[in-house]
C-alpha cells in the first residue's frame, strides 16, 4: 500500500517546502516536488491549502503513572491526547507509576501493562535512586533512554534525591556505557532553607522555590558532566538566570542539553491569582521578564528542546477547594496541547514552524536517539501531524483526553489547530468516545544496544 500526501506546506529537514511525501509499509519513501506525478496504484491525499505537513513531534517527558496510580492517567488516555496533539513518540517517566521504573523488573511490569493500549509510540526511561547503582546498566541493556534523578525531595518519598555524591558516583557509572543522566534541577538544602510553601498566595509558593535552587543545582550538574564526562540533560528548565550556566558549559565541552515546557513559554506568575492550584508546578511558572528570556534562551539554541511534561493527578489532589498550594500536588497536562501552545506564542516573537519542529521533534529525537522520526525524511517512520497553523481554538478541557479534565488553559484561545495524526503511515482515529475507536498500534520502543542511536521495536 503506497500513499502520497501532497501539501502546500510541509517542514523538511531545515525549510519550509511544497512537497509530495511518499508513504509505504510504514516509513517515508520519498520526498519529491509538490506536483509530482502519481505511483501507478497509489492512494493521493491533497492537504487543504491553509494546512502544513510536520513530522509527527516527539515528547521525552510524559508522567504516564501506571500502573500503580492509573487514575492520575493511564498508557490508554496519555497516548490518545498524545496522538489529538500531533505527537506519535512519548518516553515515559520512570516515577509516579507503582513500581518507579528503577530496575529491570519494574521496567518489565510498565511494558506488560502498556501493551496494547498505546495509540501511539512509548519508550522509557529508568530512575536513578540512592541504592539502586547496580541497576543502571542492566536497565540501560534492557532499553531504558536514560535514567532520571532528582537533586530535591521529588514528591514521593519512594522516589527519593540523590545527594551530590551520590549523583556523581550515578554520572560516573553512566558514563562508564556511554548513558544519559537526566535531572530534576533544584538543590534541596536550598529548598529546605526556604519557608514552605503554604496558603493561597502564588507569590509564596514562588518565593519557595526560587531560581538560586536551579542555578544552584545547574552547577552541581554541570561540575559532575565535567568530572566523569557522563552526557547530562535539564530538565524543565524555569530559571532564565542560568542560561549563562548553560551556555558556558556546552561552550567548554560539557555534554549537557536543557529542556524547557509550554507553560514556562506561555503563562508567567503575574497573572496566576491567589489560590489558582490548576498553575503550581515544580520548579515553578515565574514572572513575564523571566518568560521573554526563556524565549531567547531557545532562539540562541541554549534551550535545545520543548517537551510538556505532562504530569496529571486527580482533581481532588489539586486541591482546588483550600487553594492551598502547599497541599496541592504539582504538575500540568499539556500533552495534548504543547505544540498549539508554544506555536502561539513562537509566532508572535517571530519564530517559524521549522523552529518549533526543531525544538519538538528533532532535538528531542536526538536526546534519546530516535534516528529514524521528529523529522520529514527517506527512510524514517511515517509519523505525521496535519497542522492549520493560522486556524484556533478555544480549550475546552471536556475535550481533552487525557484522563482527568484539570488544566491551566481553559477558555484560552490558541492558535493552531492538529487536524490529523498519522502514525506508521496511516491516520489515527481519536474522538471524544474511546470505545468507537480502532484498537491502538502504539509500539513500544526499546533503545538498541549497538549500533549508537539506533532502536528496535518491540
Ligand atoms: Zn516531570
Known amino acids: 500500500m503506497t500513499t502520497v500526501i501532497r501539501a502546500r506546506r510541509a517542514v523538511v529537514g531545515d525549510r ?69 496533539g500531533g505527537v506519535t513518540t512519548v518516553i515515559d517517566m520512570p516515577l509516579n507509576s507503582i513500581p518507579s521504573t528503577i530496575d529491570v523488573a519494574a521496567l518489565d511490569v510498565k ?23 547496580a541497576d543502571l546498566r542492566p536497565l540501560w541493556d534492557a532499553g531504558v533512554y536514560g535514567f532520571k534523578c532528582f537533586l530535591a525531595y521529588s514528591g514521593l518519598d519512594e522516589y527519593p534525591p540523590l545527594n551530590r ?25 536550598t529548598l529546605d532553607a526556604q519557608p514552605p510553601a503554604a ?27 565535567r568530572e566523569t564526562g557522563c552526557r547530562v540533560h535539564i530538565l524543565h528548565l524555569s530559571d532564565a538566570g542560568s542560561l549563562p550556566l548553560l551556555a558556558e558549559a556546552k561552550a567548554a565541552g560539557v555534554r549537557i542539553t536543557a529542556e524547557t515546557c509550554p507553560h514556562y513559554l506561555s503563562l508567567f506568575s503575574e497573572e496566576i491569582l491567589d489560590g489558582s492550584t490548576h498553575f503550581k508546578c515544580c520548579p515553578p511558572i515565574r ?9 531567547r534562551g531557545l532562539a540562541d539554541g541554549t534551550i535545545d528542546c520543548v517537551v510538556s511534561d505532562h504530569s496529571p493527578c486527580t482533581p481532588e489532589l489539586k486541591k482546588f477547594t483550600s487553594g492551598d498550594f502547599g497541599e496541592a500536588w504539582g504538575g500540568i497536562s499539556s500533552l495534548q496541547l504543547g ?16 523552529d518549533v519542529v526543531r525544538w519538538m521533534g528533532r532535538n528531542t529525537r536526538d536526546l534519546v536517539g530516535l534516528a529514524d522520526r521528529g523529522e520529514i525524511a527517506v527512510g524514517n517512520s511515517a509519523d505525521l501531524c496535519v497542522f492549520a497553523p493560522d486556524d484556533a481554538f478555544v480549550v475546552f478541557p471536556e475535550r481533552l483526553h487525557h484522563r482527568n479534565a ?6 484560552r484561545a490558541l492558535a493552531g489547530v492538529v487536524r490529523q495524526t498519522w502514525l506508521s503511515g496511516a491516520p489515527l482515529t481519536v474522538t471524544l468516545d474511546a470505545a468507537q475507536d480502532p484498537a491502538p498500534r502504539g509500539r513500544l520502543l526499546t533503545r538498541a544496544p549497538a549500533p549508537e542511536g539506533t532502536h528496535e521495536l518491540a
Open 287 to 295: 514572572e513575564a521578564g523571566n518568560r521573554e528570556a526563556l524565549w
Open 339 to 354: 505544540l498549539p501552545i508554544v506555536w502561539s506564542e513562537a509566532r508572535r516573537r517571530g519564530h517559524t514552524l521549522v
Open 16 to 84: 519550509e517546502r511544497a512537497c509530495a511525501v511518499t508513504l509505504r509499509d510504514g516509513r517515508i519513501v520519498a520526498v519529491d516536488d509538490y506536483d509530482a506525478p502519481l505511483p501507478t496504484g497509489a492512494d493521493e491525499v491533497v492537504l487543504a491549502g491553509d494546512e502544513a505537513l510536520l513530522p509527527g513531534l516527539v515528547d521525552t517527558h510524559v508522567h504516564i503513572n501506571d500502573p500503580g496510580r492509573t487514575e492520575w492517567e493511564g498508557f490508554a488516555s496519555a497516548t490518545r491526547a498524545a496522538a489529538a
Open 406 to 411: 484539570v488544566t491551566p488553559y481553559a477558555e
Open 199 to 225: 496558603g493561597r498566595r502564588y507569590a509564596d509558593f514562588l518565593q519557595s522555590r526560587p531560581p538560586v535552587a536551579e542555578s544552584r543545582a545547574i552547577a552541581q550538574v554541570i561540575d559532575g558532566a
Open 111 to 133: 511494558r506488560a501493562t502498556a501493551t496494547g493500549q498505546t495509540t501511539v509510540d512509548v519508550g522509557f526511561w529508568g530512575g536513578a535512586v540512592p541504592g539502586n547503582l
Open 165 to 189: 555524591e551520590q549523583m556523581v558516583a550515578a554520572m560516573r557509572e553512566i558514563a562508564s556505557f556511554d548513558g544519559l543522566l537526566i535531572v530534576h534541577a533544584e538543590d534541596g538544602p
